[in-house]
Structures are given as C-alpha cells and as structure tokens.
T-cell receptor, first 116, second 116 residues
Framework: EAQVTQNPRYLITVTGKKLTVTCSQNMNHEYMSWYRQDPGLGLRQIYYSMNVEVTDKGDVPEGYKVSRKEKRNFPLILESPSPNQTSLYFC???????????????FGSGTQLSVL | AQKITQTQPGMFVQEKEAVTLDCTYDTSDPSYGLFWYKQPSSGEMIFLIYQGSYDQQNATEGRYSLNFQKARKSANLVISASQLGDSAMYFCAMRDLNTGFQKLVFGTGTRLLVSP
C-alpha cells in the first residue's frame, strides 16, 4: 500500500530534550516536506526536500533540522524543543511539483507533539 | 501576505443538503494550482479535488465540485448531498510560480458539521 509513515503518533517531551520524528514513504517520491498545523493558522511549511541531499527552508524553519540521506526517509529533528513547538506535525511527499500540475501531496497521519 | 483566505471558521449543514465552502486566493502568477483537503477528527489529510489555473472546466470528483471563478480569484468547494461522514475540517491550498511550485500554501480551514 502506498503510504507516508510517521512515527510517533503522539509525543510528550520536556523543554530542551532532543527528539526526532521519523518519516518514510514507499512511493519513490523525490519531493518531501514537513508542515506544522496550529489552530487558526492552517498548515505552514517547515522544510522541504527536492531530492536526496537537497533540502531547503520553508516558512517556519527556526528550531528545526532535517536531513535527506535516503530517498524514502526525511526525519524532522528538534535539537532543543520549546513549548512554542507544541503542534501537530505532518510529513508529506509527492513527485516533484512542476508548474501548476496536479501533483498532490500525500500526507502522513500526523504527529501530535507536546513540549512541557 | 496571506495567499489563501477561508472566511468561514465553521459551517453547519443538514444531511442530504448541499454546502459551499469558500476560498479566495491571491496571486499575480498566471500559472497556479488549487487544492482542497479534508481532515476528519482522526487527523489525517485527505486530498479531495484539484483545479489548475488553465483548466477550462470546473473540476468535479464524485460529490465534490469546485466553483472556480478566476476573475474573482475564488475556488469554492461544493459538497452535494452531504453525509454525516463529511463532518471534518476542510483546507484550501494553492501552489504557484512565486513559490517555485515547491510548497502548498494553506488557508486556515473551515470546520463543517453535518447534522442528521
């Protein structure tokens, strides 16, 4: 089954304790991206990757790191989490979006993160 | 500047009736794509429908249709014959030339409640 798998589904941590949210896709997609969802703000892009070893900042990259060592994996790293990073996080993938094509994003099931 | 505007935080509809969820967008690019996603209470993001800026006809997918008015820069989602399972959060999103098509920009969402 074609899917984007995120883990964990729920995570509660404390300020400053490094954490990693994993993301893996089995559709051979070049493009992967991380979003965070906050009430009243919709989804905002954190980082994206156009291919292996190619990553770039989205709209809200502060406090996050990513890496793309393999095509299928795109982990999100919070080196020193803070309470304002409490949010619902989504990983997404697609074929490389070119022009105004209908390359829809396939989303993972989300990770609800609480930083105390 | 916010590119996608969803002015209805919440909408109510009775089962079997039609409902329109509003979405306006702002772009100066001639080439762009518009997407609608559904987020049920379980949290996953489900792709519903796509409209390209050059598409001559309004998009339709089963009970979902898109009322695309290019001059007004609006892309309203119409759900016909509402079902209880349509109760969810709905997001409008856009990809355009300005962002290099490298991200979807989301609106703040509309929560739809379908009553029996």
């Amino acid at each position: 089954e074609a899917q984007v798998t995120q883990n964990p589904r729920y995570l509660i941590t404390v300020t400053g304790k490094k954490l990693t949210v994993t993301c893996s896709q089995n559709m051979n997609h070049e493009y992967m991206s991380w979003y965070r969802q906050d009430p009243g703000l919709g989804l905002r892009q954190i980082y994206y990757s156009m291919n292996v070893e190619v990553t770039d900042k989205g709209d809200v990259p502060e406090g996050y790191k990513v890496s793309r060592k393999e095509k299928r994996n795109f982990p999100l790293i919070l080196e020193s989490p803070s309470p304002n990073q409490t949010s619902l996080y989504f990983c997404a993938s697609s074929l490389v979006p070119q022009a105004a094509t209908n390359e829809k994003l396939f989303f993972g099931s989300g990770t609800q993160l609480s930083v105390l | 500047a916010q590119k996608i505007t969803q002015t209805q935080p919440g909408m109510f509809v009775q089962e079997k009736e039609a409902v329109t969820l509003d979405c306006t967008y702002d772009t100066s690019d001639p080439s762009y794509g518009l997407f609608w996603y559904k987020q049920p209470s379980s949290g996953e993001m489900i792709f519903l429908i796509y409209q390209g800026s050059y598409d001559q006809q309004n998009a339709t997918e089963g009970r979902y249709s898109l009322n695309f008015q290019k001059a007004r820069k609006s892309a309203n989602l119409v759900i016909s014959a509402s079902q209880l399972g349509d109760s969810a959060m709905y997001f409008c999103a856009m990809r355009d030339l300005n962002t290099g098509f490298q991200k979807l920009v989301f609106g703040t969402g509309t929560r739809l409640l379908v009553s029996p």
